[in-house]
């Protein structure tokens, strides 16, 4: 399965973007699928996960500001991300939630600064 996260990009504190995460293959639609994120120096950590069935769950630190969905007819996973902190500043990634080590792809760069 190749996973490709797309949609970053530069934004001031306080704005929006909007993530997607596409993936090739069938298995995807049976997957929780998780959003994480590295920041220089820092570990990587998942912010965001859904399961199959649309439940998710998200890290105290973007707790209604983040909300993750899923369109499985398009293997698409998107996460909407709010009143984006300096703090947001990482490079995001999708992978299965628990992560598996092959399905690691590029990640899409997010940088919050005014």
């Known amino acids: 399965v190749q996973l490709q996260a797309s949609g970053g990009g530069l934004v001031q ?9 596409a993936a090739s293959g069938a298995i995807f639609r ?5 959003w994480y994120r590295q ?3 820092n570990q990587r ?3 965001a ?12 630190s973007v707790k209604g500001r983040f909300t993750i969905s899923r369109d499985n007819a398009k293997n698409t996973v998107y996460l909407q991300m709010n009143s984006l902190k300096p703090e947001d500043t990482a490079v995001y990634y999708c992978n299965n939630n628990p992560p598996l080590a092959p399905w690691w792809g590029q990640g899409t760069q ?5």
Do not use: F, K, M, Q
Not at 13 to 21: D, F, T, Y
Not at 49 to 60: E, P
């Open 13 to 21: 504190p306080g704005g929006s973007l909007r993530l997607s995460c």
């Open 30 to 34: 049976i997957n929780a699928v998780g």
């Open 39 to 41: 920041a220089p120096g």
């Open 45 to 47: 950590e998942l912010v």
């Open 49 to 60: 996960a859904i399961t199959s069935g649309g439940s998710t769950n998200y890290a105290d």
């Open 110 to 114: 997010v940088t919050v600064s005014s």
